[in-house]
């Protein structure tokens, strides 16, 4: 006979009912993100920062970061030093702050760079950082020295106002002084679209700048009172959907990157008189892994305009995106992908809108060259101007090498123009023929390689940030480029190509803020020291990418690299790049080389 336990046991109290739960409220797909409301409660960009600057944390609250952003300020976790905080036994993170300049054009004097080297010393690392938007980072700041770097960049003719946020970030352009008529009208639009597309609130004074000493009276930012049209008459108090990103450059002279902006001008001339620009839209590369509807990509032509013109189209630009961009889903919200969503040709009927008229078609220039001006290069005008590569764009001194020393000798002694380059390098200005060899000998006394010294895959390698400060990265960059380039050029020379100029551009998270997604050879973050492998884009900037391998651990990266190496000087066809080889060849018949072997 069976037995079972179905009978109730009369000494057990009967069971209550389980309350149905309630469903859960499902998120309108349409409703604004969360950011879009913090910058509604700003009050144009001051708040929660003016009640958290004195509050004796050392750190900012989540909605007082966001806002941060647009004052040029990133609030960072060193992980380094966190982890160390946890063997002592302590909790929390290791906090502090990223300032980043907006400095059009990378275009400052030697003045300039003497006191941004002394900021550094006196309040940050000692280190500054040159990035790929041709500005610097300061980092390691203490939330309670913020507002003292940020009111001693300002004095010294700088801002960080708009280096990052929701919002146009710094304009780049062409960094060579050259002496001609399109060099001369590409550095006065890039600084008419610095002024023209930043932001009018005075929040940043009466944040920044305001004297707190003498009771001087707070200024009228953030007058949530005052309409949107009068504070921000461009913007509005949501500002731009997500980040903006601007560029002007040239055909044969591809240095910005014009493609992997959200606009861009790109400068037609003939005969060395310019016409105008061709108006490109739609660039970027921020990426979000788990997310497939985001992706890298290149910017499109969207019109032709005459250079009296070109303020107004990109006033047309901003416009267009701030009102039909993407402000429920900040992973869909540049420019890019409201270009997808509406189309070339229904976005410029709302760009020819707000430009009051209709636009031409773009001209047939394209881009053709790139030129990173590392090296003497004449100016036209009887001068030079000397390109000096700076790894990743870290300027520091270490043991024998002494980058910072030299470059304040530099900056004293022969004072001259500096400009930042796209490639994290630093151009010295205006240098008079009798005194190029002096200043090569600065740089030979402080142990500083010059350009002949150093390889051409390390000329053209840049890196971000990325571990330990940037929250976004997965994994290490610019600590881990140099060493991987060490290993590259064995494998060059053992190939007998180390002559070939090709791109390699490393990133710690998928962001591609180093632009990894159009390089020769692209290593972009994806796990604990794993990488994702991008081949077949190539330095003119002008094509994407693909994924080669995935989850490489970076000890395989270059292994990884080195039969195709093999395979490209074995099989190149005459004048071929090696990412242009990589390109015609694709990734099955790449993959299946290396695993057959030569």
């Known amino acids: 006979m069976l037995h079972t336990n179905a009978m109730p046991n009369p000494k057990k109290p009967a069971e209550k009912p389980v309350p149905a739960r309630p469903a859960a409220k499902k998120k309108d797909p349409n409703a604004p993100s969360a950011v879009e409301g913090i910058k509604e409660r700003s009050r144009y960009l001051l708040q929660p920062i003016k009640d958290e600057l004195g509050n004796g944390l050392d750190h900012f609250s989540e909605d007082a970061v966001q806002v941060l952003k647009f004052h040029g300020s990133y609030q960072q976790d060193d992980r380094d030093l966190r982890m160390a905080m946890r063997q002592r036994g302590e909790k929390g993170k290791a906090y502090s702050m990223m300032i980043r300049n907006k400095i059009p054009g990378g275009r400052m004097t030697s003045k300039q760079m003497l006191a941004e080297l002394d900021l550094a010393d006196e309040l940050g690392d000692t280190t500054i950082r040159l990035t790929t938007r041709q500005s610097i980072q300061f980092h390691h700041i203490p939330k309670k020295d913020l507002r003292a770097l940020i009111k001693r960049i300002n004095e010294i003719k700088l801002s960080t106002l708009g280096a990052c946020g929701d919002i146009n970030r710094n304009v780049m352009c062409c960094p060579a002084p050259i002496d001609d008529e399109p060099h001369r009208a590409m550095r006065t639009l890039t600084d008419e679209l610095a002024v023209a597309l930043a932001p009018r609130t005075s929040a940043y004074y009466e944040l920044w700048l305001t004297d707190e000493t003498t009771g001087e009276k707070e200024l009228v930012g953030g007058d949530i009172d005052k309409p949107a049209e009068i504070v921000e008459p461009l913007y509005g108090k949501y500002y731009m959907p997500r980040k903006f990103k601007v560029g002007v450059g040239l055909p044969e002279d591809n240095c910005i990157d014009i493609y992997t902006q959200d606009l861009g001008f790109l400068c037609v001339h003939e005969h060395g008189k310019v016409l105008g620009y061709n108006v490109i839209v739609g660039g970027g590369f921020g990426v979000t892994p788990a997310n497939k509807k985001t992706h890298p990509a290149l910017g499109k032509k969207l019109c032709f305009c005459t250079p009296e013109q070109a303020v107004d189209v990109a006033k047309a630009v901003v416009k267009t995106q701030r009102d039909h961009g993407d402000r429920s889903d900040r992973k869909v919200a540049r420019l890019k992908y409201t270009l997808e969503r509406l189309g070339v040709e229904r976005f410029k009927t709302f760009v020819e809108e707000h430009f009051g008229g209709p636009l031409p078609d773009p001209h047939p220039a394209d881009v053709h060259g790139f030129d990173d001006h590392i090296g003497w290069q004449e100016q036209g ?37 500096l400009a930042i380059t796209t490639h994290q390098s630093l151009l010295f200005c205006d240098i008079a023929e009798a005194d190029k060899e002096k200043l090569e000998q600065v740089f030979k006394d402080h142990g500083v390689p010059l350009p002949g010294d150093i390889s051409e895959v390390r000329r053209f390698s840049m890196a971000c940030v990325a571990w330990p400060t940037c929250g976004l990265a997965i994994t290490e960059a610019e600590r881990a480029l140099p060493g991987i380039i060490t290993e590259l050029e064995g494998e060059l020379a053992k190939h007998g190509i180390s002559e070939e100029r090709f791109t390699v551009r490393m990133t710690g998270c998928p962001n591609g803020c180093a632009r990894p997604y159009n390089a020769d050879v692209g290593i972009v973050g994806k796990g604990k020291d794993k990488y994702t492998l991008f081949l077949g884009g190539r330095l003119l900037g002008d094509r994407l990418s693909f994924i080669y391998k995935d989850l490489v651990p970076r000890e395989d990266l270059v292994p990884s690299l080195s039969p195709l190496l093999g395979y490209f000087r074995a099989e190149r066809t005459a004048g071929e790049t090696f990412g242009d080889f990589c390109a015609r060849k694709g990734k099955e018949e790449l993959l299946a080389y290396a695993e057959s072997g030569p």
């Open 381 to 417: 005008d009887g001068k030079w101007l000397f390109g000096l590569n700076v790894e990743n764009g870290r300027i520091k001194n270490e043991g024998s090498f002494r980058l910072k020393s030299a470059i304040r000798q530099v900056c004293r002694e022969m004072k001259p123009p």
